[in-house]
């Protein structure tokens, strides 16, 4: 293994550390009904004015950059999986992002 992948693993492992208690502590929240963690209304609001959350910010940029680590080692991480695959979802029949915060967090106590 060389020191660039050395390093990515660190940096790989310190991510997947942060990403599970940002991530349960953000789902409970939209689970009340706080919108923005899934980006629903994003469209709406380009500015973020009405819908900002720091946290939801942070919480993508992490799967996203999980996402791309795993690639690279070629083991996936199914919960930066699932939570983009929930952020991807749009359309008039999906449910709002409470719902889906609630389903996510049904999801993971089942596991």
């Known amino acids: 293994m060389t020191k ?4 990515k693993r660190r940096r790989l492992e310190e991510i ?7 991530l349960l502590s953000c789902l409970e929240e ?5 919108w ?3 980006g629903q209304n994003d469209r709406l609001d380009g500015d973020h004015r009405y819908w900002h959350w720091p946290e939801a910010d942070r919480l993508k940029e992490l799967a996203l ?3 791309s680590l ?4 070629g083991q996936p991480n199914r919960l930066a999986q699932r939570f983009l695959h929930y ?3 749009r359309g008039s029949n999906v449910p709002g992002e409470p719902k889906l915060a609630f389903t996510f967090l049904d999801e ?3 596991a």
């Open 30 to 34: 939209c689970a009340q009904g706080r």
């Open 16 to 22: 997947e550390g942060e990403i599970w208690p940002l």
């Open 108 to 110: 993971i106590r089942a």
């Open 70 to 73: 795993r690639l690279e080692f």
């Open 4 to 7: 660039g992948e050395k390093l």
């Open 36 to 38: 923005g963690l899934f």
């Open 87 to 89: 952020r991807s979802l």
């Open 65 to 67: 950059e999980i996402e």
